[in-house]
């Protein structure tokens, strides 16, 4: 598999290359769908200005990244097309590698179920066979924005949780909550999985994993502090996520409701919109808790779709994982409808922005309305894969072909 | 008490009016600065220039060369953050000979009077279109065309409203309205019921599409009058050109109109006084806004000055349009979606390959891309060994490649080895229909009449084309609704409309002019009819030819 995944990758670095050197790359790293205020690069060249001229960077309302990026990039700003490719070559690897092992995993528990014979006899259709198994995550999209290096870093804590490896799990994991608060809720997944590879007592385990994982989020914290000598980091990265106060329009919920929301209600809608991003954890963990690698798609789905700046970047990443799941298409109920309401929507976004700002004979409802159109085929898409996979978990325990207790067909429903 | 009402400047504007007569050879430029100046505007000009891709041969131009000069009425006393245009393009002959004189008596007034609150800019540009270009790229700082232009020295503030004049007789028996602009964009429906509503009021004919109002709505002659009316403003909002130097602010978010004096075989008739007390009117009344006009619909079709369509009656029909293709996808997936039947001796039709679908998807596009690109860089090589004019071989190398498209699929076929399968069509029909259906409504959006007219001729053949059709009468209709022969029929359709019926060579004559006044629009303003077409809606429809003819 490594020659088809080296050529291809190969490709993508090209097109890559070749897009950036367009003028291409001017037009799309100025698209809102595809920069927020947190990840612009315009705004870590700025940052980067203020920091050369001795200033604070966080001084002004321009700069939003943590205090680590900014002195990664102080010493390889000129290379910065190549560190983004770099990190988008990163994740592709990592994923690849990540998934391969979980196949091999996935493989090896059916064969034993098989052999204990635990699988009723018509549904050995729903096996699965190695020839569905390849997968090669394909990810080229010229944005200048420093997403690539928080999809590298979940793509990396995804491989080190699947490998096993608790350490380097808890280190990247600290890592990518250290860049966006986020990647907090993937923490449970990363647990449960850990448990089953290697169990031990729950209560030790978790305590072990949070030694680690706050060790490393307080030595991130502390070098911050040491590389930029004072705190006003904190407040300008973290207070900005979780406090919205930019309200540049976006792809995300947060930007229209905000800008009318009256401001004595202001922070009540906050701490809801923010909860809805932490609180599908508990839920699903307990729903999925045999099924861990499923659980962190599902949480990168609702990190991405709720969270206050998104981007199709981290669109990107949990797309990624679709082919993963490519044996779930015969359960999928929506798949058509959602598909074709993506499509429609990236299609009209540019056009509903060209009215709204240049022609002006849109405002920003319409392009509002496009926004929630994404996110709501989105949910769709991601609730349609959860009914998908419960429902072939149920079919593995139960047989393909359902029959009530008087012998009539019967029909799943997801309550 | 009005602008004529002092013998002097009646005089003074008779003067203007008689000189100006004379044919001028390019723009008197000196004389305009002088005499701007004597009426106590700030003038400033600006020099332009731009080498056209291939020669205009409508209005017999290519390397144009040329000077806008324009003077700013400052505003006596208020802050000076907003601003008014009045325009008139200046062309040698006498198409536009008495739309500057009218200018210079109005800046003379306007001077003198204390209520302004937004500076003024009087702008007479050389070249229209072009010239206007110049000016107001140089006026916002943006260079979208390539074009060479000197930055300006003054500016006013931002512009609120522009109006453009054009004015060939000294009297005139109506005023005509026009309002489309570039790729159909159209100003806000306050400043026409604003103009309508001050020419009712002074007295003055006013039409619009060089139609009058009728007052019998119910009667069947009525109603047809008024459906034409309409049309017209379709079409002409589909060809996305701007029908008068108004139509590049609107991409600038700035309200525009052009105000064209008609002088036909009428009785009564209004002389340049009144047309001036209508403009100082006009004028008033822009000064005294607020904010910018956004109250109205921005988006609207005209069947005449006091009765409109606005986009929530038109667009559910363009949207029950879209509706067909969504359903024969539906259709189309639902069949792909259940198991393929077996046949007797248990042969399964084959998946079909990406590669089956993806190939004929190429190769579209590129013809496409050949279609934009071929026609304007190959005009050299044409002209070596044809007997044609550079025109002549931008628009024949157009139609050579959109016909040689057609012969696509027979090659296509022979480039596939193996034998395209009942699913294979299948799939890239439904490819096909999402993409048009996307693409429509995108359009739509944009320019809805462009969008509209594609759908109506597009939508019916996209729903039914299968390759089990009789194949001699479908390729016939198919290639009968194609886009070039949508644009063939709407030419000789839009003369009908306009009651200048033209005969089968003239109509083809102007066909071609039509096509080679597309490609020009694009590469000088940026119009986006002609990319598009090429671009996007042709290669959807060739995949429509290649599901008619697969194997």
């Known amino acids: 598999m490594a020659a088809p995944m080296t050529l291809l990758l190969i490709v993508a670095v090209t097109i890559r290359a070749v897009l950036y050197r367009s003028g291409v790359a001017d037009l799309v790293s100025e698209r809102v769908e595809v920069v927020s205020p947190l990840t612009a690069w315009k705004r870590v060249v700025e940052g980067l200005a203020l920091l050369d001229l001795g200033v604070s960077p966080y001084s002004g309302d321009v700069f939003h990244e943590t205090p680590l990026i900014i002195y990664l990039f102080h010493f390889l700003v000129d290379y910065a097309e190549i560190t983004f490719m770099l990190a988008d070559v990163i994740t592709a690897v990592a994923l690849y590698m990540a998934v391969k092992d979980y196949n091999k995993q996935v493989f090896r528990k059916q064969k034993y179920a098989l052999e204990a014979d635990r699988y009723p006899l018509d549904c050995l259709e729903l096996i699965r066979s190695p020839g569905e198994m390849y997968y090669i995550p394909l990810k080229v999209y010229p944005s200048c924005s420093t997403c690539g290096l928080n999809n590298a870093v979940i793509a990396l804590f995804i491989l080190s949780t699947v490998k096993g490896n608790m350490l380097l799990s808890a280190i990247f994991l600290s890592l990518a909550t250290y860049q966006s608060i986020y990647p907090l809720t993937l923490s449970a997944a990363a647990l449960l999985y850990l448990m089953q590879v290697s169990p031990a007592t729950f209560w030790w385990f978790v305590a072990q994993y949070a030694f680690m994982y706050l060790g490393s989020l307080l030595v991130l914290v502390g070098l911050s502090f040491f590389l930029l000598g004072f705190w006003d980091y904190l407040p300008s990265v973290y207070g900005f996520i979780l406090s919205v106060p930019d309200l540049t329009p976006n792809i995300g919920l947060f930007w229209d409701f905000f800008a009318e929301m009256f401001e004595h209600f202001r922070l009540f809608f906050l701490c809801v919109f923010q909860i809805n991003v932490f609180f599908y954890t508990l839920p699903l963990s307990i729903k999925l808790k045999e099924h861990p690698v499923f659980l962190i798609f599902m949480q990168l789905a609702v990190i991405s779709i709720f969270k206050s700046y998104p981007t199709v ?6 797309l990624a994982f679709l082919p993963v799941w490519s044996h779930l298409h015969r359960f999928l109920r929506n798949i058509f409808l959602v598909s074709c309401v993506l499509l429609a929507c990236s299609a009209l976004f540019p056009v509903l922005w060209h009215l709204w700002i240049y022609a002006g004979s849109a405002n920003s409802n319409f392009y509002y309305a496009i926004t929630l159109l994404f996110n709501v085929a989105q949910i769709l898409l991601v609730s349609d894969y959860f009914y998908a996979f419960l429902r072939r978990e149920h079919h593995l325990s139960y047989g393909l072909y359902l029959k009530r207790k008087d012998g009539s067909e019967a029909t799943l429903v997801l309550k | 008490m009005g602008l004529l009402s002092d013998p002097n400047r009646r005089r003074a504007l008779i003067g203007l009016l008689t000189r100006l007569n004379a044919p001028i050879w390019g723009m008197p430029v000196d004389w305009l600065v002088k005499t701007m100046q004597s009426r106590g505007l700030e003038v400033f000009t600006q020099r332009f220039s731009r080498r056209l891709p291939f020669p205009d041969e409508d209005k017999e131009r290519y390397m144009v060369k040329g000077t806008n000069v324009y003077g700013i009425l400052r505003a006596p006393r208020a802050p000076r953050t907003e601003a008014l245009v009045l325009s008139a393009p200046c062309t040698a002959g006498d198409h536009n000979n008495q739309a500057v004189g009218l200018l210079l008596g109005l800046a003379q007034y306007f001077r003198n009077q204390v209520y302004w609150a937004k500076d003024i800019i009087f702008l007479v540009n050389e070249h229209d279109l072009i010239g206007m270009q110049a ?50 964009q159209l100003p806000n429906l306050d400043l026409a019921n604003l103009f309508y509503a001050f020419c009712q009021k002074i007295g003055v004919l006013c039409t619009t599409q060089g139609k009058l109002q009728r007052n019998d709505w119910d009667s069947v002659s009525g109603y047809s009058h008024a459906v034409q009316t309409m049309m017209l403003m379709a079409m002409k909002q589909a060809s996305g050109r701007p029908w008068g130097d108004h139509g590049l602010f609107l991409r600038y978010h700035i309200e525009a109109a052009t105000i064209k004096g008609i002088n036909s075989f009428r009785q009564y008739k209004t002389d340049a006084t009144t047309v001036g007390r209508l403009l100082e009117g006009m004028y008033r009344k822009l000064n005294n806004l607020l904010e910018r006009l956004h109250q109205s619909y921005f988006f609207y079709l005209m069947s005449s000055l006091s009765h409109f369509v606005s986009i929530g009656y038109y667009m559910p029909a363009f949207g029950l349009l879209g509706v067909i293709l969504l359903l024969r996808a539906l259709d189309l997936w639902v069949q792909l979606a259940s198991p393929p039947p077996r046949t007797e001796d248990g042969v399964v039709d084959a998946d079909p390959g990406v590669l089956s679908v993806l190939t004929p998807l190429v190769i579209s596009h590129l013809t496409g891309a050949a279609l934009y690109t071929l026609p304007i860089h190959f005009q050299e090589m044409a002209v070596e060994h044809f007997p044609v004019s550079e025109t002549e071989a931008v628009v024949l190398t157009a139609i050579a490649v959109y016909t040689a498209g057609l012969a696509l699929p027979h090659n296509t076929n022979r480039l596939l080895t193996g034998q395209g399968t009942e699913q294979g069509w299948k799939v890239l029909k439904l490819v096909a229909v999402l993409y048009l259906a996307v693409l429509l409504g995108c359009t739509a959006l944009i320019n809805f009449s462009l969008g509209f007219i594609l759908a109506l001729t597009l939508v019916p053949v996209a729903a039914f084309v299968t390759p089990n059709v009789p194949k001699v009468l479908s390729a016939f209709v198919l290639v009968v609704l194609s886009p070039a022969c949508t644009l063939l029929f709407s030419v000789f359709f839009f003369q009908e409309l306009q009651e200048m019926p033209v005969s089968f060579l003239d109509g083809w004559m102007l066909y071609l002019s039509v096509i080679s006044q597309g490609i020009l629009d694009h590469a000088l303003y940026g119009s986006l009819v002609y990319p598009l077409v090429a671009l996007l809606v042709y290669p959807c429809w060739l995949l429509f030819w290649n599901i008619l003819f697969w194997k």
Not at chain 2, 137 to 151: I, R, V
Not at chain 2, 158 to 174: F, G, H, K, P, R
């Open chain 1, 313 to 318: 970047g981290d669109i990107s990443l949990y």
């Open chain 2, 135 to 184: 000016w107001l790229e140089g006026y916002h700082h943006t260079n979208t065309t390539g074009m060479d232009w000197s930055p300006l020295q003054g500016r006013g503030g931002s512009i609120q409203a522009a109006l453009s004049l054009e004015l060939s007789s000294d009297v005139v028996t109506s005023l005509d309205l026009v309002l489309e602009g570039l790729n159909g």
